[in-house]
């Protein structure tokens, strides 16, 4: 089993600054693609952005320029950095792990609060 840990996030003005980080912890090999998606209220969960074991990141077209994302293989922890940060980002962001070969494994954060002000 792979426990996820997150920690930042928080309250900030449009315009400004947050990073995220989540931090995997017990079977800890095999770890595939890290990320984060969001979930707004009334919305679905969405992808933000994921990155791969060898570093290749994918975003959502909405962060994209903004938002930068990076993992630390030897700690086994992703990060987000997100600027310029706009209302709309305001949301619920979990952290996300696919762990395995063949047959993988989704694993999922508890989620922590960006909310962005006007």
């Known amino acids: 089993q792979v426990q996820l840990v997150e920690s930042g996030g928080g309250l900030v003005q449009a315009g400004g600054s947050l990073s995220l980080s989540c931090a995997a912890s017990?079977?800890?090999?095999?770890?595939?693609?890290m990320g984060w998606y969001r979930q707004a209220p009334g919305k679905q969960r969405e992808l933000v952005a994921v990155i791969s074991s060898r570093g290749t990141a994918n975003y959502a077209d909405s962060v994209k320029g903004r938002f930068t994302i990076s993992r630390d293989n030897a700690k086994n922890t992703v990060y987000l950095q997100m600027n310029d940060l706009k209302p709309e980002d305001t949301a619920v962001y979990y952290c996300?792990?696919?762990?395995?070969?063949?047959?993988?494994?989704?694993?999922w954060g508890q989620g922590t609060q960006v909310t962005v002000s006007s």
């Open positions: 017990g079977s800890t090999f095999y770890l595939n693609g």
């Open positions: 996300y792990l696919n762990r395995g070969v063949g047959r993988t494994k989704d694993y």
